[in-house]
């Protein structure tokens, strides 16, 4: 039977490189993200297994209706992927950006928060996945870093996810990638890990085992 995932952030870098991975693994795919333009013309790419889905992941009502469209399409959710997340411009405290703050964590908190919300009860019925990128940043402290402290967030919460899905036999995953070579940096990064490298473990978490939850995978560049 093929599964489905949903992703957020799914118009580039990690988000579109799972997407890509999943399909090619047979699974239907959900994509979520603003660009209206980037996910139709990957939705195109993929396929029949491809569905976008515009809107905004710190909106609550957009991600439950990207859920309903996900499951009216395809039949159920197997998996949801909470990728979506950006950086900030002006960097610490005294000399930071209070409203990019608020931006900040509107979603790398609370979109991860609302895209558990929707899946949860689809989640639910399949016993499936929630799949969350960290980053190295949410495992060490950096000197001011208000977007580590966001990414500490998801490792804490993937953490009481997975403590609270395998009550009912679902899992809980977090992917924590060093740099990545991706458009969340102005300059390219050709020495870091790739996006497809990032991809590839999502989907060895996705296709374990149901026996065995992978609760994180932390991926560094060798160089």
Known sequence: MTKTLLITGASTGIGAATARAATAMGWNVGLMARSADRIEALASELGDAALPLAGDA???AAQQA?????????????????NAGRG????????????????????????VLYTARAALPE????????????????RRHIKGSIYSATKWF????????????????GRCTVISPGMVDTP???TPKPDKIKPEDVADAVMFALESNPRAEVREIHIMPTG
């Open 58 to 60: 710190t909106d609550l």
């Open 66 to 82: 990207a859920v309903a469209q996900t499951v009216e399409r395809f039949g159920a959710l197997d998996a949801a992927f909470a």
């Open 88 to 111: 900030l411009d002006t960097p610490g405290t005294e000399n930071g950006d209070p409203d990019e703050w608020r931006q900040l964590v509107d979603l790398n908190v609370m979109g």
């Open 123 to 138: 989640l639910r019925k399949s016993k499936g996945h929630l799949v969350l990128t960290g980053s190295a940043a949410g």
């Open 154 to 169: 998801v490792h804490g919460y993937g953490g009481n996810m997975s403590e609270e899905m395998r009550e009912w036999g």
């Open 184 to 186: 969340f940096f102005d």
